[in-house]
């Protein structure tokens, strides 16, 4: 009896302890490295504040505002975004796997090498945002902003950047294997060598492109604009190879 009493005080006190520290996290002062797994965080105002590392995974951030935010190296798999202002941030590195994030703000934030691999991210707005090498595998783009942004080597195989604008982005190098771009928008966009096998573009806007040298084998172009887009050497969806000087169309 008196075994059975102690281990039941014991268990009675573990249990306060890792109750009170585990709500304890959640109140923990923003800093680098603070654990914010699971909390609700909705409409926190985090603007310029030193995030650098931390861990908030399947965090509530919906409404919040983190402008300026440094968050380079942070987790955030799973986190509800939704409307979440992140302009201006650093977030190099971050990790935001399957990320909800309608409407989310990431203009002018530094995200090169950050991954979204299967996030919702649709009408979210990447304006002059910096994204080399960031990876948006199965992404939900449809409709997104991604104006004068910078994705040199970036992966969109198999997002659905549907009615998404690239106007003017540099997409050197950039893979769009698989991926549905009906009714996208690259007017004046750098596409040097980017890859677009077997996407869907139809309706596509190609208008003023530098296509040089990039890949469009097996595309569907139904509807797509390519006037005035430069095709030097673009492998065309017949894999035909377009002849340098070839404008507006392949030839």
Request: proline fraction near 1%; include cysteine.
């Amino acid at each position: 009896m008196r075994f059975n009493r102690k281990l039941l005080i014991l268990s009675v006190l573990l249990s306060a302890v890792y109750g009170r520290s585990s709500v304890a996290a959640c109140n923990d002062i923003a800093a680098p490295g603070v654990n914010w797994a699971g909390c609700n965080k909705t409409g926190v105002i985090l603007r310029n504040v030193d995030l650098t590392g931390a861990i908030m995974r399947a965090v509530d951030l919906s409404n919040a505002d983190l402008s300026g935010a440094r968050l380079v190296h942070a987790e955030m798999n799973f986190a509800d975004l939704t409307n979440t202002r992140f302009d201006g941030a650093l977030m190099q590195s971050a990790r935001l796997v399957a990320v909800k994030g309608e409407g989310a703000h990431f203009v002018k934030t530094r995200l090169d090498d950050a991954s979204f691999s299967r996030a919702s991210l649709p009408s979210a707005d990447f304006t002059e945002a910096r994204l080399k090498d960031a990876s948006f595998y199965e992404a939900n783009l449809a409709w997104a902003i991604f104006s004068k942004a910078n994705l040199e080597r970036a992966t969109l195989e198999q997002a659905n950047a549907s009615s998404a604008k690239f106007d003017e982005a540099n997409l050197t190098e950039a893979e769009f294997l698989s991926a549905t771009l009906d009714s996208t928008s690259f007017r004046n966009a750098n596409m040097t060598r980017a890859k677009l096998n077997n996407a869907d573009m139809s309706a596509a806007d190609f208008t003023g492109a530098n296509l040089t040298k990039a890949s469009l084998t097996e595309a569907t172009i139904d509807g797509a604009i390519f006037d005035d887009a430069i095709l030097d050497d673009t492998s065309w969806v017949n894999y035909r190879r377009c002849r340098r000087g070839s404008v507006g169309e392949c030839r």
